[in-house]
């Protein structure tokens, strides 16, 4: 299991890769699978740890990301022959590596930062086995082994029937994430809003966050696991107003989990997230969030928990990984866009799946 290093897996706040690496490498230890993790040094697993970076670079900036990021993917690659299955839950360099050695490499594929790192996937498209995290995120220039959502660890959420009395942004601060329109909303809602994350743009923070923070709209920072479950069970909705086509979103699942409904532009993989009228609601703009928050009252807090108990949960999320690692490791080709029409894209359940 090839993690992220820009954080610690799992992360302390925010490191949503390293979050899913986590759950998923804890999940198959749980089967009975023998897992190795690469991530950091002071990561915490139940799995064998294998580091070379001794903390994210993201939160020690004396460490050179990318010198780190290149002995942390070849240390994973010069031990191949001990495995099975290399689980790429990094990014798209560990591609390159993939055609010198024989064990099988199964990327997830995050989304896409830009679309200047596609041809790196296209260039691997025949041979790499690739996950799609949503349908909405499948690039038509790729052929996908499955679609596989990720899987949150739902006992540490606590369903709150009860809403709280405020509107919650949660996620990187940033424009593509809307939280100036999360902070309009609000205002025009009549009712405080509490923002947590780590900045990410400090110019938009400066110039389009900061002077609005005050009486109604606070900041909190990142938070830790404990006080996230809290934050999200204690609000009326989650303001979910991204201006991008987002893959995944798993503080949305996260909100569900606590029976939070979501608020969120009708953009990416929200869709397939949100059971619009059910779970949230879906929207177009400010307006139209406006008009859903008074309407999120109307929503059931326990029928949002329950979805994601049915379509979210970490052991779902464990179990179709184990079926398509099983299906790789004997031998089951790479999915490209070339053969995708003659072959199925979800693996088919086996007794093997489930047990090493």
């Known amino acids: 299991m090839l993690a992220s290093i820009a954080h610690r897996t799992p992360p302390r706040s925010y490191g949503p890769w390293e979050q899913v690496a986590s759950t998923l490498a804890e999940g198959l230890v749980a089967l009975g699978h023998d897992v190795t993790l690469f991530a950091t040094a002071e990561s915490r697993t139940t799995a064998r740890l294998h580091a070379v970076a001794p903390r994210g670079y993201e939160e020690d900036p004396t460490l050179d990301a990318k010198v780190h990021e290149c002995l ?26 993939s055609r010198l050695v024989r064990t099988p490499v199964v990327t997830t594929v995050h989304g896409f930062s830009s679309e200047r790192i596609v041809p790196v996937y296209r ?17 038509p220039d790729l052929g996908y082994d ?19 009395t405020y509107l919650l942004f949660l ?23 509490v923002i947590a994350g780590v900045v990410q743009d400090e110019r938009y923070f400066a110039e389009r966050v900061a002077p ?30 991204i201006a991008f086509a987002e893959p995944f979103g798993l503080a949305v699942v996260e909100a569900l989990a606590t ?23 879906l929207v177009d703009g400010v307006d139209q969030a406006v008009d859903a ?37 004997a031998g089951a080709p790479a ?6 029409a003659s072959r199925p894209t979800v693996a088919k359940p086996t007794e093997r799946s489930l047990t090493p």
């Open 293 to 329: 928050v008074a309407r999120v009252p109307l929503l059931q807090r326990a029928e949002c928990r329950r979805d994601v108990e049915e379509r979210f949960s970490a052991a779902r999320m464990v179990a179709d990984y184990a079926r398509l690692f099983a299906g790789v490791a």
């Open 72 to 97: 942390h993917v070849a240390a994973a690659f010069e031990r191949a022959a001990e495995f099975d299955v290399i689980s790429n839950q990094f990014d798209f360099l560990p591609l390159s590596y």
């Open 212 to 241: 609005l923070l005050g009486p109604g709209v606070t900041w909190v920072g990142a938070v830790e696991p404990h006080e996230r479950d809290a934050l999200l069970g204690g609000a009326i909705a989650l303001l979910h107003l």
């Open 171 to 193: 996620g990187r601060i940033s424009p593509d994430k809307g939280t100036h329109a999360a902070i309009e909303v609000a205002r025009r809602a009549g009712l405080p809003l």
């Open 335 to 340: 999915v490209s866009r070339s053969s995708r």
């Open 259 to 281: 029976g939070t409904p979501v608020v969120a532009r009708r953009l990416g993989s929200m869709p397939e997230i949100i059971r619009d009228g059910v779970t949230g609601v």
């Open 123 to 139: 260039e691997y498209d025949r041979t790499a086995h690739y996950v799609a995290i949503s349908d909405a995120d499948r690039h």
């Open 146 to 164: 499955a679609t596989i959502h990720h899987g949150i660890a739902l006992e540490q959420f606590s369903l709150v029937l009860e809403p709280g």
